[in-house]
């Protein structure tokens, strides 16, 4: 099975070093940056930023693998790391994924 991973980075600079690290880890075969503009609570108040949301394609198996590497890197307490499973997909692309976080 194949995971799609969303986090959620400060900005560029981290989001680059993030995604890069989970390449170059194998722990996920491709990760995209998309700006976005976060509407949050935390710690009891409401607050707003600019951030960069990471996209990571992986394989199901690698998601806890994710999670702990993200925590690691990231400049959060508590970073956003979440994964939905892919139903259906190119057989060729799912193919490459897998062989690229083997």
Known sequence: MF???????GDMEEARKI?????????AACVNFFPVTSI?????????ANEVAIIAKTTSGKVKDI??????LHSYDVPCVVSFNMEEGSKDFLDWIAESVE
Do not use: H, P
């Open 40 to 48: 949050f609570r935390w710690k009891g108040l409401i607050d707003e």
């Open 3 to 9: 995971s799609l991973v969303y986090i959620t980075a």
């Open 19 to 27: 995604g890069k690290k989970l390449v170059e880890e194998r722990l």
């Open 67 to 72: 999670d702990k590497r993200v925590k690691e």
